[in-house]
């Protein structure tokens, strides 16, 4: 297709985790970089296998408009003697611009006036440019690991070996270190390596497709499903669903070819969290379960060439993951000869953190606050709460979690069970790890949820007692994961919470282990997590202005912060409120610091102020048991009565009164107005919102 670039980097097998963060940094380089060229382009797309990382950019311009550049000189009165001549500078500017002087013109600046000239530029033909920005865009793909191979210096996930590079048909010449552009890309390694010489981004795909490549992800994604499902129903059982594990396969194959294999019966005596970790961390095999959902003794694996022979194919498979299946069995044997309870000493063999001392020091820590939640919450829960919380970190000792530390939690819900403790107890150990990752399933049990609020609690008063706090972009110890996922189990079980009292709790544990004031910890890590709560419910889709509307006036509990927010955004429909929230904008202006809500009823003497006088006690006890019921919505639709009495207050009364007495008399009402609204939140914060 005319104007169509077409871009591609073929290299050695990159790692699946690196695959689609590389494919779209590409992508969005590439476009970021035509608009700064002042290329108009249309849409750009990608494509991506282990082998190759794609772009197309459609209706790309093939050259850049012609531009004038307005240059700076040097300040006029450097430029002038005193007779108006100019002077060397002058004179160097106009050479090193190559134009007359007379072309010269003097402009006004922030800084003053200077000597400025007008240079047209022509604009570029973009397969030059392209053979620029191009070569530029490859070393720019961040990967969390590269290498460098031969003798270049070029970093990159794994070595390159071929470049495709056309626009409008005709390939883009240029180099990167040894290795020169070309029109070709090639198929898969094995089943079909010859060279294709697609014209476009679509003929890409479709070559590709002929030499057994699926270069379009979602292609092959779904390519890969059906691969898996059809290995599974050919023994009759289905796969048990793993998304995660879709993704990851998708992105280790060129073109998928599932093959079902089978284990030993005996290994189903194992748990089954155990059995289906050890086929996907290590061999990124699927389970396959029966109709009940209840394990079989099969997996399926995805290879990325076809193999003649299933039989030997799924024999080869089937020995390793024998001798994995056989590794588990063995630490699954060895861990039953302790229970937890024996456990729990060797914690102080753990280390937590180095100043914040062992993870016996933790657990201790962790069952107390974990009590005393429970004690506040839900009483009937106290004692699950503290066995599961003593318990709850002694897998870690396990050789189990020690080889597949993802299933830590899991295997201590199992063992608890072996070990004859109560299922809630065995649940809470399980689901205090969740969330695991945000959007992530939160505990189904009220204990689990509560051990997971103190275990965090802990971390975020450890860290911040010692002075760990994040820093721009460095979060070392997950602080951020942490705070997220305390806000998640709040929310998720809209428990009514106080973090500030709850956190001087969990710092006051410490005892002597920290080095920052208390105070000084407490503030900034309530700080901290407030600004998760913000950034969280925005990356939503919630508006800035009205999370900032509440969390600026009070942040304490997020249930109840939350409601404020969403009764805010639904009020703010109401055009009333979009003046009323201007309204409170010019009450705040005016009170600035003023406390006094002391009001004299015999100096309020013109009606206007004595009319909103009776309008804020009225709309006060028509609200109070509204926002005590934290009934927001149904309370700011009763607060929004006080637009008029203050629109006409400002209009009929000098609140700035010449009178002192007069004058303090009507700043105490306007800040118990303003009061009255930060019950909620900060409507003027509001005010924003609605000019936008």
């Known amino acids: 297709m005319a104007h169509e670039l077409l871009f591609e980097i073929g290299t050695e097998e990159i790692p699946a985790a690196y695959l689609m963060p590389a494919v779209a940094s590409l992508k969005e380089n590439l476009t970021r970089r035509l608009g700064e060229l002042g290329l108009s382009f249309g849409e750009a797309r990608t494509a991506a296998t282990p082998r190759r990382l794609a772009v197309s950019v459609r209706d790309l311009a093939d050259r850049q408009p012609d531009r004038v550049e307005e240059v700076l000189g040097p300040p006029k009165k450097a430029a002038f003697d005193q007779n108006g001549q100019p002077t060397k500078a002058a004179i160097g500017f106009a050479q090193s611009r190559g134009v007359a002087m007379e072309t010269i013109e003097v402009v006004a600046t922030a800084k003053g006036e200077y000597l400025m000239v007008r240079v047209e530029q022509p604009g570029k033909a973009t397969t030059e440019l392209l053979a620029d920005l191009l070569p530029e865009l490859i070393p720019a793909i961040p990967f969390p690991k590269s290498m460098r191979w031969g003798s270049g210096r070029l970093h990159f996930a794994r070595p390159i070996q071929w470049l495709l590079a056309r626009y409008n048909g005709q390939e883009v010449p240029f180099r990167l270190e040894t290795l020169a552009s070309g029109s070709r890309t090639y198929g898969h390694r094995f089943m079909a390596p010859q060279a294709v010489e697609p014209e476009n981004f679509a003929g890409y795909l479709d070559s590709l497709r002929t030499a057994q490549v699926l270069a379009d992800p979602a292609e092959r994604r779904e390519a890969v499903r059906a691969e898996i499902n059809r290995a599974a129903e050919a023994i009759g059982g289905r796969i048990l669903p793993d998304e995660e594990l879709v993704d990851t396969v998708t992105n280790l194959v060129e073109k998928p070819h599932a093959i079902c294999g089978t284990f030993e019966e005996r290994f189903l005596a194992l748990p089954q969290e155990v059995l289906i970790t050890s086929m996907r961390e290590h061999q990124k095999y699927f389970a396959v379960v029966d109709a009940r959902g209840k394990l079989m003794p099969h997996f399926v694996a995805v290879n990325n060439t076809r193999v003649k022979n299933a039989v030997l194919g799924a024999d080869g498979h089937q020995r390793v993951i024998r001798a994995r299946l056989e590794d588990a069995f063995f630490f699954f044997k060895e861990d039953q000869h302790r229970t937890l309870s024996d456990r729990v000493a060797d914690l102080s063999g753990v280390v937590f953190q180095a100043k914040l001392g062992t993870m016996a020091e933790k657990t201790e820590r962790v069952v107390t606050l974990a009590g005393e939640l429970a004690a506040a919450m839900a009483p009937e829960l106290t004692e699950t709460v503290k066995r ?63 051990i997971g609020i103190a275990d965090r609690l802990d971390t975020l008063a450890g860290y911040f007692g010692i002075g760990q706090k994040p820093t721009g972009t460095a979060d070392p110890f997950g602080l951020r994961r942490q705070a997220l996922g305390l806000l998640h189990l709040i929310q998720g079980k809209s428990l009514s919470l106080s973090l500030g009292p709850w956190l001087d709790r969990a710092l ?185």
Do not use: W
């Not at 505990?443 to 509560?450: R, Y």
């Open 508 to 692: 006051a544990l410490y005892e002597c282990q920290l080095t920052e004031p208390v105070e000084t910890a407490k503030a900034n890590g309530l700080e901290f997590i407030k600004g998760r709560f913000a950034n969280d419910l925005t990356g939503q889709g919630m508006p800035i202005e009205a999370v900032e509307a509440v969390v600026s006036v009070d942040f304490g509990d997020v249930v109840d912060c939350r409601r404020r927010i969403e009764a805010l955004i639904a009020i703010n429909a109401q055009p009333a409120f979009a003046l009323l929230a201007g309204s409170f904008k010019r009450v705040n202006n005016i009170i600035k610091e003023n406390t006094d809500t002391r009001i004299d009823e015999a100096q309020l003497t013109e009606p206007a102020e004595r009319d909103l006088f009776a309008a804020l006690r009225r709309i006060e006890t028509e609200a109070a048991p509204l926002l005590a019921a934290k009934e927001y919505n149904q309370a700011l639709v009763t607060i929004l009565k006080m637009k008029e009495p203050i629109d006409t207050f400002f209009d009929q009364v000098m609140v700035m009164a010449e009178d002192a007495g007069l004058r303090r008399n009507r700043l105490a009402l306007l800040t118990a107005i303003a009061g009255l609204f930060l019950r909620v939140g900060d409507f003027s914060k509001m005010y924003a919102l609605n000019q936008g």
């Open 388 to 450: 599961a919380a003593l318990l709850a970190k002694t897998d870690l000792l396990t050789n189990m979690v020690g080889e597949f530390p993802t299933l830590q939690g899991s295997i201590g819900r199992d063992y608890a069970l072996l070990n004859g403790e109560p299922a809630a107890v065995a649940t809470a150990i399980a689901e205090h790890y969740l969330p695991l990752r945000a959007g992530g399933d939160l505990p189904q049990e009220l204990a689990g949820a509560i």
